[in-house]
């Protein structure tokens, strides 16, 4: 039984900051990347940031780069997102995801569909 657990999330100011978390656990074979998407009401799922444990690197979604940070530690199978400057378009549900396939274009972390395993999701609401 595979469980992705996320935390952090919560109300906060238009141009503030908040970090949430993400730890996998279970039997998990090999984990190749973690990633995180959001989705906000009557939208679909957007990707957001991604990062790789083989080589880590990591990639972020237009909407977010500059502001958004991705982080992890490989060892604890747990993953980090810090969001800086936060605007109220950036309320939405915010998950995290691991995948178990290893995918070498660039971009390809971007899909949900390479993704195995979901958290349960941390709402994240910013007031203007």
């Not at 290893?102 to 007031?127: A, H, K, P, R």
């Amino acid at each position: 039984q595979v469980q992705l657990v996320e935390s952090g999330g919560g109300l906060v100011q238009a141009g503030g900051s908040l970090r949430l978390s993400c730890a996998a656990s279970g039997r998990i074979f090999r984990t190749y990347a973690m990633g995180w998407f959001r989705q906000a009401p009557g939208k679909e799922r957007e990707f957001l940031a991604a990062i790789t444990w083989s080589g880590g690197s990591t990639y972020y979604a237009d909407s977010v780069k500059g502001r958004f940070t991705i982080s992890g530690d490989n060892a604890k199978n747990t993953v980090y997102l810090q969001m800086n400057s936060l605007k109220p378009e950036d309320t939405a549900v915010y998950y995290c995801a691991v995948s178990i396939v290893q995918c070498v274009g660039y971009g390809c972390y971007e899909t949900s569909d390479l993704y195995n395993y979901w958290g349960q999701g941390t709402q994240v609401t910013v007031s203007s």
